[in-house]
C-alpha cells in the first residue's frame, strides 16, 4: 500500500485569519472604511481571496466598480505580511514529520493563490513536507471542482488517498472528487459536523496519524 495524503491551508495547518484580516483592515482604511471583526473576515475565507474581498466590500459599502483595485491593494500588502500573524495549528510540524518518516507523500490543495500560499508555507517552515502545493489558480477551476484535488493527488499516487480539511468547500471537494475526507474541526467551518460527509473527524494534530492509519488501512485493505 502507497499512501498520499492531501490538505487544505487556511483552517487546517495554518490558523491565517489574523493575516487576512489585516490586509483587509489595510484595504479598507485605503477606502476610508472603518474595519469588520476579525470573526467576520474568518466567516468569508474558504473560496479564494477574491470571494473574500467582494464580501468584504458588500459589508465595507465599497462600490462594485472598485472591485479590482480593492483586490489588487488587498493582495499588496498580504503579500508583503503574509505571515506576520499566522501560526500552524498545534502539533502540526510534528503530524507531518511523523507522516513523512511513515512514507507517506504530502501535498496541498488550497483556494488561496499558490504565490501567497508557498509564502506562508515557507514563512512557517512547513515547504519541506509537500511534494505539490495546488492553489486556487494553478486551474482554471477552484475548490470545489474536485479537479484541483485530482490534480495534487496525480502528482503525488498513492494507492490509498486522503483529504484533510476544515471546511464545506473542502467536504463537497473530496466527495466529488470521491476522495476520504478528513475533517479538522478546529478551522473556519460554518456547518454542523453531522452535516458533513466525512470519512473521519479530529480535533488535534496528534491524533492524526493514528486516524490516518486507521482509515486508509482499511480503505487500502477493502480494495
Ligand atoms: O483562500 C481561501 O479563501 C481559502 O483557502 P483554503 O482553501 O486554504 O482554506
Ligand atoms: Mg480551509
Redesign the pocket.
Known amino acids: 500500500m502507497s499512501r498520499a495524503i492531501v490538505f ?5 495547518l495554518v490558523d491565517s485569519a489574523a493575516d487576512i484580516h489585516a490586509a483587509v483592515t489595510q484595504m479598507l482604511t485605503e477606502f476610508g472604511k472603518p474595519p469588520l471583526t476579525l470573526a467576520r473576515v474568518t466567516s468569508f ?2 473560496n479564494g481571496i477574491p470571494n473574500l474581498v467582494r464580501l468584504v466590500m458588500r459589508d465595507g459599502g465599497i462600490p462594485e466598480a472598485d472591485e479590482n483595485l480593492a483586490i489588487t491593494r488587498m493582495m499588496a500588502y498580504y503579500a508583503a505580511h503574509p505571515a506576520d500573524l499566522s501560526q500552524p495549528y498545534p502539533g502540526v510540524t510534528d503530524c507531518l514529520t511523523r507522516l513523512q518518516e511513515a512514507g507517506i507523500r504530502l501535498g496541498v490543495c ?2 488561496k493563490f499558490r504565490a501567497p500560499a508557498l509564502q506562508i508555507l515557507e514563512a512557517l517552515d512547513l515547504m519541506q513536507y509537500f511534494e505539490v502545493v495546488v492553489g486556487g489558480d494553478t486551474l482554471p477551476v477552484r475548490k470545489p471542482d474536485p479537479a484541483p484535488l485530482h490534480h495534487a493527488f496525480e502528482a503525488l499516487g498513492g494507492t490509498s488517498r486522503m483529504y484533510a ?3 464545506e ?2 467536504a463537497e471537494t473530496a466527495q466529488r472528487a470521491s476522495i476520504d475526507f478528513a475533517l479538522f474541526t478546529q ?2 467551518r460554518k456547518t454542523p459536523v453531522d452535516q458533513l460527509v466525512t470519512a473521519c473527524t479530529f480535533d488535534a494534530f496528534r491524533n492524526l496519524p493514528a486516524i490516518a492509519d486507521r482509515v486508509m488501512t482499511v480503505k487500502a485493505g477493502s480494495v
Do not use: F, M
Open positions: 487544505d491551508l487556511d483552517g487546517t475565507i474558504g488550497t483556494n480539511g476544515d471546511s468547500v473542502d478551522g473556519y
